[in-house]
């Protein structure tokens, strides 16, 4: 008999789970790019507003899927019953072979420049500090997830205190900018579109708490408050801290800052901001780094449960309750990728196909509203069918635009996922399929 894993996972664990892996360091840079594009405050606040509606769509679809279908592996599992054991499978195919696994290889690299802001290291030393970072929360989460929760919520605490303290610091210390208004700058699609690009990646993360759907207690519930609140906050949270940027620091020197939030913090602190933004970087790194390994893992999981997979993923360790051979692979898989140095191409690639997951994601709540309209739904998503045809709209716009803009890694991304078809194919001869 197949042992599940345990539901330890309370509202707050799920709710640092999508504020922690939403803010990472992109709150920091991602300010420059926008300004550089849209020129003006208003412009500016205004698109950071959109995005973060265009996330919360996003998010109350997925809690509609999570709240009904509220089983390990999340969105492998609403593909699969929404399109069957082949989308299912190229969900957890595209997660490991290259979005997931790549995603904490890179946060691991990160880390380790932010580490060497206070100690420099040679090339071979950062390489062993990187895969140091990705065996320390390997073990940390092979160990337990209620250990893995407590990891992720003081870190998630840590980084918004964090940043609280510079927007607190901007309004109670920091003196407005001086520099001139800027002049009239004319909005073009194009310059939009890149904006609100970047905007949209600052946002992403909130679907890795559905991966860990099967772990959280009374999930009709958890699940949409976590999802609901969490996208809420960290839209609060983005707007504070770019009105804060505003603050001390004019629309013309965020547009030429390459560390926007180091040189406002530098504003308001003194020499010590450079540092401050450092270290709340770190935190940030460390929490969704950690993150990366509370959830990803269950897509695997889930995926071998359904015999779609190497048998071993699907086992749960007996003592510590995890998936702890799946945690240990994507460990060592993105060790792989970092002494190889391919995570650098493959996070670029993965962006591509991370959305088109997410396209058929948000589809799936349509799907399947027709094709089950009996499946009990805690919760239905608010504004149906409205919402998510706007979530859709701009991610099939988003997609449109990597592909004009940057075909071979859009291409690319798209063909890595596709591999997976005919190794569906061959898994459904060898294996044991048992779904569909």
């Known amino acids: 008999m197949k042992t599940d894993l345990p539901r330890t996972l309370?509202?707050?664990?799920?709710?640092?789970?999508?504020?922690?892996?939403?803010?990472?360091?992109?709150?920091?840079?991602?300010?420059?790019?926008?300004?550089?594009?849209?020129g003006s405050a208003a412009p500016i606040l205004g698109l950071w507003i959109f995005a973060g509606i265009v996330s919360f769509f996003g998010a109350l679809a997925c809690a509609e899927l999570g709240a009904a279908m509220p089983a390990t592996g999340g969105q492998y599992v609403f593909l699969r019953e929404a399109y069957g054991p082949l989308g299912g499978f190229l969900c957890g195919w595209t997660n490991f072979l290259v979005a997931r696994s790549a995603q904490a290889a890179w946060l691991a690299v990160i880390f380790t420049v932010y580490v060497s802001y206070f100690h420099a290291f040679s090339p071979l030393a950062s390489k062993l500090v990187s895969l140091g970072a990705l065996a320390l929360f390997t073990f940390i989460n092979y160990r337990g997830v209620s250990l893995g929760a407590l990891v992720q919520k003081s870190f998630t605490a840590a980084k918004v205190i964090g940043i609280l303290i510079i927007v607190g610091g901007a309004f109670l210390f920091g003196h407005p900018h001086a520099g001139a208004a800027p002049a009239g700058h004319s909005i073009s699609l194009s310059s939009f579109g890149v904006a609100l690009i970047a905007c949209l990646l600052a946002y992403d993360g909130w679907v890795q708490m559905s991966f860990v759907a099967g772990e959280i207690r009374d999930p009709g519930r958890n699940i949409l408050r976590a999802l609901a609140i969490g996208t809420a906050a960290v839209i609060a949270i983005y707007l504070s801290a770019n009105l804060a940027?505003?603050?001390?620091?004019?629309?013309?020197?965020?547009?030429?800052?390459?560390?926007?939030?180091?040189?406002?913090?530098?504003?308001?602190?003194?020499?010590?901001?450079?540092?401050?933004?450092?270290?709340i970087i770190l935190l940030s790194i460390i929490g969704t780094l950690n993150g990366c390994f509370l959830t990803s893992p269950r897509i695997y999981f889930a995926q071998a449960r359904d015999g779609l997979f190497f048998r071993q993923f699907g086992e749960v360790h007996p003592r510590y309750r995890t998936p702890g051979f799946a945690i240990v692979a994507q460990g060592a898989w993105s060790a792989v990728l970092i002494v190889t140095g391919s995570y650098e191409t493959l996070v670029?690639?993965?962006?591509?196909?991370?959305?088109?997951?997410?396209?058929?994601?948000?589809?799936?709540?349509?799907?399947?509203?027709?094709?089950r309209p009996d499946l009990p739904r805690p919760y239905r998503m608010w504004g149906y069918p409205v919402t998510p045809a706007i979530f859709l709209a701009i991610a099939v716009w988003f997609l449109g635009n990597m592909l004009f803009t940057r075909p071979g890694p859009a291409l690319a991304g798209l063909g890595l996922m596709?591999?997976?078809v005919p190794v569906y194919y061959v898994w459904r001869k060898l294996g044991n399929v048992t779904t569909g």
């Open 10 to 38: 309370g509202f707050a664990d799920a709710l640092s789970i999508v504020i922690g892996m939403t803010i990472g360091g992109g709150i920091f840079l991602v300010p420059n790019l926008i300004a550089r594009n849209l």
């Open 245 to 279: 940027y505003l603050r001390v620091l004019s629309v013309p020197e965020i547009a030429a800052s390459e560390r926007v939030g180091a040189e406002a913090t530098e504003r308001i602190f003194g020499p010590a901001g450079g540092t401050l933004v450092s270290v």
């Open 418 to 420: 596709l591999t997976g």
């Open 348 to 371: 670029d690639y993965a962006m591509f196909a991370i959305w088109v997951l997410y396209v058929f994601m948000v589809a799936g709540v349509m799907v399947l509203r027709r094709t």
